[in-house]
């Protein structure tokens, strides 16, 4: 069966504090996986996205995160964080039209 | 273009009423989502319409209703809901064929009395 596992359901940091939200699925044949962020009262917004190639890919505002195939691993880093990533961050795998979210994690950064 | 847009963005109705949610897109988008969100949870999905078509259906119980009218057209008819029906209702839409990269509206808040 098709899975998303996001480790950390609640992280606090201070600002400038560097940022690893792990990701791990499950799912059979090629995956394309994403990041999408969640402001406080904002729409989901794509953040980062992997389709094929390079395994490290670069997304808005400083984020970055790395396919690992091997550990069927996607994690998220920032090596510093603001005050404004406070929001909440879901992993996603899709195939086809099926796209199957993590159940989020919900990050405060301390200003 | 990049927005998708939702009407309304609260709904309060009662166990017996009908009601519709809209979404709307301009970005030629040819595959538009609904997606359920409670609280604290991730988004769900509902229905995928792919060229007008309907494409995915997880098994939704049929008092919800989708309609696609048009590529930048999407609805979901309300009828006879349960108070567990209250949540986020999102909209998405997307480039087919789909690679996951979707586009997402602010969501109606509906709440079932």
């Known amino acids: 069966a098709q899975s998303v596992s996001q480790h950390n359901h609640h992280v606090i940091l201070s600002e400038a504090a560097s940022l690893e939200l792990g990701c791990n699925y499950s799912y059979g044949g090629t995956v394309n996986l994403f990041w999408y962020v969640q402001y406080p009262g904002q729409h989901l917004q794509l953040l980062l996205k992997y389709f094929s190639g390079d395994p490290l890919v670069k997304g808005i505002k400083g984020f970055e995160a790395e396919f690992i195939k091997s550990k069927f691993s996607f994690n998220l880093r920032k090596p510093s964080v603001q005050w404004s990533d406070t929001a909440e961050y879901f992993c996603?795998?899709?195939?086809?039209?099926?796209?199957?979210f993590g159940a989020g994690t919900r990050l405060f950064v301390k200003a | 273009d990049t927005e998708v847009t939702q009407t309304p963005k609260h709904l309060v109705m009662g166990m017996t009423n009908k009601k519709s949610l809209k979404c709307e897109q301009h970005?030629?988008?040819?595959?538009m989502y609904w997606y359920k969100q409670k609280a604290k949870k991730p988004p769900e999905l509902m229905f995928v319409y792919s060229y007008e078509k309907l494409s995915i259906n997880e098994s939704v119980p049929s008092r919800f209703s989708p309609e696609c009218p048009n590529s930048s057209l999407l609805n979901l008819h309300l009828h006879a809901l349960q108070p567990e029906d209250s949540a986020l209702y999102l909209c998405?839409?997307?480039?087919?064929?789909?690679?996951?990269?979707?586009?997402f509206g602010p969501g109606t808040r509906l709440t079932v009395t």
């Open positions: 998405a839409s997307s480039q087919p064929p789909n690679r996951g990269e979707q586009y």
């Open positions: 996603a795998v899709s195939g086809g039209f099926k796209t199957i």
């Open positions: 970005m030629g988008h040819r595959a």
